[in-house]
């Protein structure tokens, strides 16, 4: 049995902050920006939330994704203030997994 501890092509993304169900901040270091539209928007179609993409935000019915690319990091923050709690946790643990491993 082998087990494989870091996947090709993931990216490093840590949870900075949890305020709340629904209320993250993630950071993610990088050598050159990402567009984490076209990583995030994919995860929530198929969540049956479709996002309307905006410079720099993601939105649905849910709430928001925002990001903020520096040169060398990006923040992204969720902020989900509609839907029950287990709904918003779900949701962000989704995006959060989307946002390491989701191929181009």
């Given at each position: 049995?082998?087990?494989?501890?870091?996947?090709?092509?993931?990216?490093?993304?840590?949870?900075?902050?949890?305020?709340?169900?629904?209320?993250?901040?993630?950071?993610?270091?990088?050598?050159?920006?990402?567009?984490?539209?076209?990583?995030?928007?994919?995860?929530?179609?198929?969540?049956?939330?479709?996002?309307?993409?905006e410079p720099g935000c993601l939105t649905?019915?849910?709430?928001?994704?925002?990001?903020?690319?520096?040169?060398?990091?990006?923040?992204?923050?969720?902020?989900?203030?509609?839907?029950?709690?287990?709904?918003?946790?779900?949701?962000?643990?989704?995006?959060?997994?989307?946002?390491?491993?989701?191929?181009?």
């Amino acid at each position: 049995m082998s087990v494989r501890l870091f996947h090709k092509g993931a990216r490093l993304v840590f949870v900075v902050s949890r305020r709340g169900p629904g209320d993250e901040t993630w950071w993610s270091p990088h050598r050159a920006p990402r567009e984490w539209a076209a990583v995030l928007a994919p995860a929530l179609d198929l969540l049956v939330l479709p996002p309307h993409a905006e410079p720099g935000c993601l939105t649905c019915r849910l709430g928001s994704v925002d990001w903020t690319n520096a040169r060398y990091w990006s923040t992204i923050t969720v902020r989900f203030g509609a839907g029950s709690a287990q709904k918003r946790k779900l949701v962000c643990a989704a995006l959060l997994r989307a946002a390491r491993y989701a191929q181009l």
